[in-house]
């Protein structure tokens, strides 16, 4: 109770001038009677009762005098508006749970992995809070996700730490950090990772400057230094060296400060998950520190189109000091869709140049000019998935969806307002597809196209001048335009703009099914008017019905490959689409342990004077209790013994 005296604090103090209603109470009841009240039957009974002299007499008020003025105080109290300020702290703990925290340490330290020195700073973190601090766990792959119920105890949050783990996937922990901080309920903010943290903007003000509306972002770091190598990539070719013979190009990374020899096996996947997969090619190739080379493994002559293969990564020595993460080693391949995984890439350069689109798996490149694109019919481009426009623009809208990459500045579409020098990002929207496992504060354009954002869109990604990435639907199909540079399409070797670059494709194809060689978890795009059963590589079966003239995304969870048939609704049994898709662990960021990520922090961030848990409205309690006690006066009266009738 003396806690919550000393932050009592009074909305409408002036309410309690409504004390001056008291007296008048006390004085209604001195009013009163004070003799009984006798009821009798006539004159004559009343001349025998008792005549006794009136005296004046001290004033004992009823029971109803009490309760009314009981009330009386509580509305008064209530008209005040009280509330007091739980004096606690409430503090977010976010946890980083993406791929890179499943790094193994070298065998001399305490901890394993950096997930369990991350878990074991956490507790010691916890240790030294106090025991009124309110904790609210997070953890930050594949989305910031509560963990547990909000405002633990310190020793209740340790618990629900002995149950984390580490995922597969990527995060966008710089993001959910600021938010957390944004949304003002928490005085501080503190995220244990393994990236290196860079702070901007002013430091933290004193401890006398009032905090209320200002949140403190903090990073406790974890992690050491490891050489890891991992697969980057995987596409087919045809071989240099045997004519009619395909490959696999298999891109190899490696995060350390020594090359490394790497090893490389094929497999040829059978349909039964009894089947043992069998090993078809092998290969060594040597892996520079921090950048990626490409193995190629040959595949024997005759192999059927529809076959899936399996790569797996291994250090040739030493595997444990040369390879601290196992995860990002294997990955899967399969073309027997990729014919209909059409990109038709418009480019201002003219040739044959792709720009490095040819690396993305799953997806076949044609490569025109604009002038060969004006004479296409819309029947044409129809058999296409994507239309890609670079420094070029149509004159029209397509019927197919379009990703428009430095149009020119008199295009119809996306109207270009100004050009830009190095524009620094300013913000975007975090809950959009395109910005999904994407660091945008990372993303550093030399130059830019600022534009004029047509109705039916809506701008994603901000920099200082204006919207420099715009994307919205008309007409039932979807598009989006780039003001910066994303070509060529290099892959591991440039990750921030390579994110960014399959997450367009991904959301104006609806789907995952273009980069599904490539994003973490990716979305399966199943069209409308089918049942749909997968088999997922846990050989697990799961079926999904899609209504006509609908498309859903089914979010594939673990790395491997997904078997697709989709029936036609009506006729049970007869298959009308037979697929496989390949989901893949390729996260250059996440692999890259030797030289970590950057984590872009403000120090602090102030927002308004919000409301908060911590603030709690006394006057409804009190209005609740005056309403309790003029019920109860009620009923007394009403329940209380009518004097009775004196006769003969």
Same mark, same amino acid.
């Given at each position: 109770?003396?806690?919550?005296?000393?932050?009592?604090?009074?909305?409408?103090?002036?309410?309690?001038?409504?004390?001056?209603?008291?007296?008048?109470?006390?004085?209604?009841?001195?009013?009163?009677?004070?003799?009984?009240?006798?009821?009798?039957?006539?004159?004559?009974?009343?001349?025998?009762?008792?005549?006794?002299?009136?005296?004046?007499?001290?004033? %004992?008020?009823?029971?109803?005098?009490?309760?009314?003025?009981?009330?009386?105080?509580?509305?008064?109290?209530?008209?005040?508006?009280?509330?007091?300020?739980?004096?606690?702290?409430?503090?977010?703990?976010?946890?980083?749970?993406?791929?890179?925290? %499943?790094?193994?340490?070298?065998?001399?330290?305490?901890?394993?992995?950096?997930?369990?020195?991350?878990?074991?700073?956490?507790?010691?973190?916890?240790?030294?809070?106090?025991?009124?601090?309110? @904790?609210?766990?997070?953890?930050?792959?594949?989305?910031?996700?509560?963990?547990?119920?909000?405002?633990?105890?310190?020793?209740?949050?340790?618990?629900?730490?002995?149950?984390?783990?580490?995922?597969?996937?990527?995060?966008?922990?710089?993001?959910?950090?600021?938010?957390?901080?944004?949304?003002?309920?928490?005085?501080?903010?503190?995220?244990?990772?393994?990236?290196?943290?860079?702070?901007?903007?002013?430091?933290?003000?004193?401890?006398?400057?009032?905090?209320?509306? =200002?949140?403190?972002?903090?990073?406790?770091?974890?992690?050491?230094?490891?050489?890891?190598?991992?697969?980057? &990539?995987?596409?087919?070719?045809?071989?240099?060296?045997?004519? #009619?013979?395909?490959?696999?190009?298999?891109?190899? &990374?490696?995060?350390?400060?020594?090359?490394?020899?790497?090893?490389?096996?094929?497999?040829?996947?059978?349909?039964?998950?009894?089947?043992?997969?069998?090993?078809?090619?092998?290969?060594?190739?040597?892996?520079?520190?921090?950048?990626?080379?490409?193995?190629?493994?040959?595949?024997?002559?005759?192999?059927?189109?529809?076959?899936?293969?399996?790569?797996?990564?291994?250090?040739?020595?030493?595997?444990?000091?040369?390879?601290?993460?196992?995860?990002?080693?294997?990955?899967?391949?399969?073309?027997?869709?990729?014919?209909?995984?059409?990109?038709?890439?418009?480019?201002?350069?003219?040739?044959?140049?792709?720009?490095?689109?040819?690396?993305?798996?799953?997806?076949? @490149?044609?490569?025109?000019?604009?002038?060969?694109?004006?004479?296409?019919?819309?029947?044409?481009?129809?058999?296409?998935?994507?239309?890609?426009?670079?420094?070029?623009? $149509?004159?029209?809208?397509?019927?197919?969806?379009?990703?428009? @990459?430095?149009?020119?500045?008199?295009?119809?579409?996306?109207?270009?307002?100004?050009?830009?020098?190095?524009?620094? @990002?300013?913000?975007?929207?975090?809950?959009?597809?395109?910005?999904?496992?994407?660091?945008?504060?990372?993303? =550093?354009?030399?130059?830019?196209?600022?534009?004029?954002?047509?109705?039916?869109?809506?701008?994603?990604?901000?920099?200082?001048?204006?919207?420099?990435?715009?994307?919205?639907?008309?007409?039932?199909?979807?598009?989006?335009?780039?003001?910066?540079?994303?070509?060529?399409?290099?892959?591991?070797?440039?990750?921030?703009?390579?994110?960014?670059?399959?997450?367009?494709?991904?959301?104006?194809?609806?789907? #995952?099914?273009?980069?599904?060689?490539?994003?973490?978890?990716?979305?399966?795009?199943?069209?409308?008017?089918?049942?749909?059963?997968?088999?997922?590589?846990?050989?697990? =079966?799961?079926?999904?019905?899609?209504?006509?003239?609908?498309?859903?995304?089914?979010?594939?969870?673990?790395?491997? $490959?997904?078997?697709?048939?989709?029936?036609?609704?009506?006729?049970?049994?007869?298959?009308?689409? %037979?697929?496989?898709? =390949?989901?893949?662990?390729?996260?250059?960021?996440?692999?890259?342990?030797?030289? $970590?990520?950057?984590?872009?922090?403000?120090?602090?961030?102030?927002?308004?004077?919000?409301?908060?848990? &911590?603030?709690?409205?006394?006057?409804?309690?009190?209005?609740?209790?005056?309403?309790?006690?003029?019920?109860?006066?009620?009923?007394?009266?009403?329940?209380? $013994?009518?004097?009775?009738?004196?006769?003969?």
């Amino acid at each position: 109770m003396p806690g919550i005296l000393s932050t009592l604090s009074f909305a409408q103090p002036l309410a309690f001038a409504g004390a001056l209603l008291i007296p008048l109470l006390v004085l209604a009841y001195l009013k009163k009677r004070q003799r009984k009240t006798r009821v009798v039957s006539s004159v004559v009974i009343l001349e025998q009762l008792a005549k006794r002299r009136v005296t004046r007499r001290r004033f %004992r008020p009823p029971l109803r005098f009490f309760l009314e003025l009981l009330a009386l105080i509580a509305l008064i109290g209530a008209a005040s508006l009280p509330w007091y300020r739980d004096t606690s702290e409430r503090v977010a703990l976010v946890l980083d749970t993406s791929m890179s925290m %499943r790094t193994r340490n070298d065998s001399l330290a305490p901890q394993p992995t950096r997930f369990a020195e991350a878990i074991e700073t956490a507790n010691r973190w916890l240790d030294q809070q106090s025991s009124s601090t309110r @904790i609210s766990l997070f953890q930050s792959s594949p989305r910031l996700t509560a963990l547990g119920a909000k405002d633990l105890s310190p020793t209740a949050a340790k618990t629900v730490l002995s149950g984390a783990d580490a995922g597969i996937g990527t995060d966008s922990l710089d993001t959910a950090l600021t938010e957390l901080a944004e949304s003002g309920d928490y005085v501080r903010v503190v995220a244990i990772t393994d990236r290196t943290v860079r702070y901007f903007g002013d430091p933290p003000r004193s401890a006398a400057d009032d905090s209320q509306d =200002t949140t403190i972002l903090d990073a406790q770091p974890v992690g050491q230094p490891r050489p890891n190598l991992y697969l980057a &990539g995987l596409r087919f070719s045809e071989s240099l060296d045997y004519v #009619g013979q395909r490959t696999v190009i298999a891109d190899v &990374g490696l995060s350390g400060s020594e090359p490394v020899v790497a090893q490389l096996e094929l497999f040829e996947l059978g349909e039964d998950k009894h089947v043992t997969p069998r090993s078809i090619a092998k290969g060594r190739v040597t892996a520079q520190p921090n950048s990626s080379v490409e193995a190629e493994l040959l595949l024997p002559p005759g192999r059927s189109p529809d076959l899936l293969y399996k790569v797996e990564l291994s250090a040739a020595e030493d595997a444990l000091a040369t390879n601290a993460l196992l995860d990002d080693d294997a990955g899967w391949i399969g073309d027997g869709n990729s014919a209909e995984n059409l990109i038709l890439l418009v480019s201002a350069t003219g040739g044959q140049n792709s720009l490095g689109l040819k690396r993305l798996p799953g997806a076949e @490149i044609v490569v025109v000019s604009p002038r060969e694109y004006a004479v296409l019919r819309d029947e044409e481009l129809a058999r296409f998935t994507l239309l890609l426009f670079h420094r070029t623009a $149509p004159a029209k809208l397509p019927p197919t969806p379009a990703l428009l @990459i430095l149009p020119p500045e008199q295009n119809p579409h996306f109207p270009v307002l100004t050009d830009a020098q190095t524009p620094r @990002i300013t913000s975007w929207a975090g809950d959009h597809p395109i910005t999904s496992y994407l660091r945008v504060p990372l993303l =550093t354009p030399s130059q830019g196209a600022i534009f004029s954002v047509p109705p039916w869109a809506q701008s994603v990604v901000n920099a200082e001048p204006g919207c420099v990435l715009a994307a919205g639907e008309t007409q039932g199909v979807r598009y989006a335009a780039v003001g910066f540079e994303l070509l060529p399409f290099e892959g591991a070797k440039t990750p921030v703009t390579s994110i960014l670059t399959l997450n367009l494709i991904a959301w104006l194809s609806g789907g #995952g099914e273009l980069t599904q060689n490539s994003l973490n978890a990716g979305g399966i795009r199943l069209e409308g008017g089918r049942r749909w059963v997968i088999r997922t590589p846990a050989h697990e =079966t799961v079926e999904v019905e899609v209504p006509a003239g609908k498309t859903e995304i089914f979010q594939a969870g673990a790395p491997g $490959p997904y078997r697709l048939a989709g029936f036609a609704h009506g006729t049970p049994g007869k298959e009308q689409v %037979r697929k496989v898709v =390949t989901v893949n662990n390729f996260a250059p960021e996440e692999s890259s342990t030797f030289v $970590p990520m950057e984590l872009s922090l403000p120090h602090m961030v102030e927002h308004g004077r919000l409301p908060s848990a &911590g603030e709690n409205p006394l006057w409804g309690y009190l209005l609740a209790v005056a309403l309790l006690l003029l019920v109860g006066e009620y009923l007394w009266f009403l329940l209380r $013994p009518v004097p009775e009738a004196l006769g003969v």
